[in-house]
């Protein structure tokens, strides 16, 4: 089934743009497949130091031109509950890689960052820039040339956007993602808000917050909310990089094994050594796009990929827009109410039908393109399956089920939860910004109020404790871009802001900064561009100027005379309490070389 005309016209929009930038790099693509295997172009010396600690077996193989190699790139560690499965994958890949007569090496480790760790400290401000440290460090491991495909390991918010950016700079070879799965179930996420919330009041004390904390956060797998991590694995299988049904299955489990094992045999099958070859590059195209910004708005993915989803396609020669995003909001509607974005969490929409139910419906209302290539084959249709295990302990796939098994999570798209997408551009007098629609009850959509304007989130956090903002006001927290401090998340601030939202006032957050794909129920306006530290007319704003944030009609204006606003003085303060510290010093030339957030905060282009 074609996809809806309005669809297509974004996607023509979006080829006819790219157009110079995708040829450039198609032809780059082409040039370093057609070099067939890439280990053959080694010296001897080179490529005795490339299997020096293979087996007997694995160096033969490994010496000649027709047994593929598997490079992973793993993101293994003990910080992120989501990549602590990963330290026992790279054994099971070798071993699948030799039952399909391949060879596996992990070609190199990659950095991962847990947000949920730094939220609120100072590491946090390292955080967007190792999306693109991920990049690189992916970079150094393939560059050692011995691969025929590729097996990535990375789950988390910058982690995925890092190896989406190297697997299609080496975009000459097949790409698997694999996941590890969500977390089972703890303490739901609303009640560890209401937690926090009393916290923030000072009706409870720390061992109080600290158990709810350890009940939601409590074993391996991926944090349950629909924030950055998880919408990475609904990106990763729309998009077509997982294999159908592999995003939410949790880990330690044997179907969890046998979907691993698949990858592995499945990245060894579409090498240029087989019969149906599917390079990264040539797999993931404008469709492929459309379709992931397709998925984040059905599912009120996280605003942070209002960035990295730019940054993705650009690695690709793709140049998607903040329009591009902020039109398809418009016509793709909320299916899934998943939190923040409703009081369910991955596993229960996994459970409710997951993605294949989510990509039958949006197939069904012609809002995706089938005609794609994933690593499974071709067409999207293939991936509206429930993953099941055969007796065998291999991979089993029945279709995904007609309606949803919990209708409070999964919505008919004849019938959904809005009739738009999470995600809106506004624009205005401050510049441009994002918006995340679908966590804000409609009521909350316009917010008239007085500026107050904070320079970090302590101050914020240190009027609130004061008692000084019981009163409807927009909280302006400036300076928090990419080149000011590395634009850390400010969702420290949502336990402050909700408890003053539900005592009735009317608040909002403007910011040049980002908040996590956790946040939701305060109407926030992020990634502020230009942002204070380029002069940005954020940097103009004062205290008690109206501020009017206005997401049906996509606007943020500062409501006071246009020539008085524009002829004041930006704002200059002082940073270097950001510039040292906990590593911040090693990213100085990275803050100096930050694109702007609507063009994905990228140091790499
Ligand atoms: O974008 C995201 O999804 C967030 O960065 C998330 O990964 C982060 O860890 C949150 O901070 C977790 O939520 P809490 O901080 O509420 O535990
Ligand atoms: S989802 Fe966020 S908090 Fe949870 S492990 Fe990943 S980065 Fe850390």
């Known amino acids: 089934m074609s996809a809806d005309h ?12 790219s157009k110079p930038t995708r040829e450039a790099y198609l032809d780059r693509v082409r040039r370093a497949a057609s070099k067939g295997v890439h280990r053959a172009s080694l010296a001897c010396g080179n490529l005795a130091h490339g299997f020096a600690v293979c087996s007997p077996g694995d160096k033969a193989a490994l010496a000649g031109d027709t047994v593929p190699n598997l490079g992973i790139i793993t993101a293994y560690n003990d910080m992120l509950s989501a990549h602590q499965p990963f330290e026992t994958y790279p054994a099971l890949i070798r071993d699948a890689a030799r039952e399909a007569g391949g060879v596996a090496q992990v070609a190199g480790g990659v950095p991962a960052m847990c947000d949920g760790v730094t939220q609120g400290q100072p590491g946090m401000e390292l955080s967007l820039f190792s999306r693109d440290v991920i990049a690189m460090a992916a970079g150094i491991g393939l ?41 089972t179930s ?41 924030g950055t991590a998880n919408s990475n694995q609904m990106l990763m299988e ?17 179907l ?25 590059g040539e797999m993931i195209d404008e469709r492929s796009i459309i379709n992931g910004v397709v998925g984040l708005h059905a599912t009120g993915g996280s605003t942070n990929h209002t960035m990295h989803l730019i940054a993705m396609a650009r690695a690709g020669g793709i140049q998607l827009t903040w329009q591009d995003i902020s039109d398809l909001s418009d016509i793709v509607p909320l299916l899934a109410r998943v939190y923040p974005n409703g009081l369910a969490d991955v596993n229960h929409f996994h459970a409710a039908g997951g993605m294949g139910y989510l990509i039958k419906q949006l197939l069904k209302g012609g809002l995706l393109h089938d005609d794609v290539r994933t690593v499974y084959g071709q067409g999207l249709a293939a991936y509206t399956i429930e993953p099941k295990l055969n007796a065998d302990g291999t991979v089993a796939r029945q279709p995904a089920p007609e309606e949803s098994h919990d209708p409070k999570v999964l919505a008919r798209i004849e019938t959904p939860f809005q009739a738009n997408g999470g995600l809106k ?74 408890v003053l939202q539900d005592r009735g006032h009317k608040v909002a957050l403007v910011t040049d900064g980002r908040m996590s ?37 996509g606007t943020l204006e500062v409501l006071v005379d246009q020539q008085e606003f524009e002829s004041r003085e930006a704002v200059t303060i002082d940073l270097s309490d950001n510039e040292f510290g906990m590593g911040r010093e090693l990213f100085a030339p990275l803050r100096r070389v930050a694109g702007p957030a609507d063009m994905g905060a990228s140091v790499l282009y």
Request: proline share 7%.
């Open 6 to 17: 309005r669809i297509e016209a974004i996607t023509k929009r979006l080829v006819e743009r």
């Open 143 to 183: 560059s050692h040339n011995m691969f025929d495909s590729t097996v990535y390991l990375g789950v988390c918010d910058k982690i995925v956007p890092g190896l989406m950016i190297a697997a299609l700079t080496f975009g000459h070879l097949p790409a698997v993602f694999v996941p590890a799965g969500p977390m």
């Open 186 to 226: 703890g303490l739901s996420n609303d009640e560890k808000v209401r937690v926090r919330q009393l916290y923030a009041e000072g009706k409870v004390g720390r061992a109080e917050l600290l158990e709810a904390e350890s009940k939601s956060y409590h074993g391996p797998g991926t944090c349950t909310f629909y």
């Open 238 to 254: 729309i998009m077509g990089f997982h294999l159908p049904g592999a995003s939410f299955v949790n880990p330690g489990t044997p």
């Open 256 to 280: 969890r094994d046998a979907l691993t094992k698949e990858a592995a045999k499945r990245a060894l099958q579409i090498t240029a050594l087989g019969n149906e070859f599917t390079p990264a």
């Open 425 to 498: 551009m506004l624009t205005g007098n401050v510049g441009k910004s994002v918006i995340k629609i679908s966590a804000v009850k409609p009521e909350r959509h316009v917010i008239e109020a007085p500026a107050l304007v904070f320079h970090s989130q302590q101050e914020m956090q240190d009027a609130f404790k004061r008692g000084e903002l019981n009163r409807d006001f927009v909280a302006v927290v400036r300076f928090q871009g990419p080149k000011a401090c590395g634009m850390p998340e400010l969702h420290k601030l949502t336990p402050s802001l909700g």
């Open 517 to 553: 794909g956790a946040s939701g129920k305060v109407p926030a306006a992020i990634h502020v561009t230009p942002e204070a530290v380029d002069g940005g007319p954020i940097a103009k704003i004062k205290d008690g100027d109206m501020v009017r944030l206005d997401a049906i009609a």
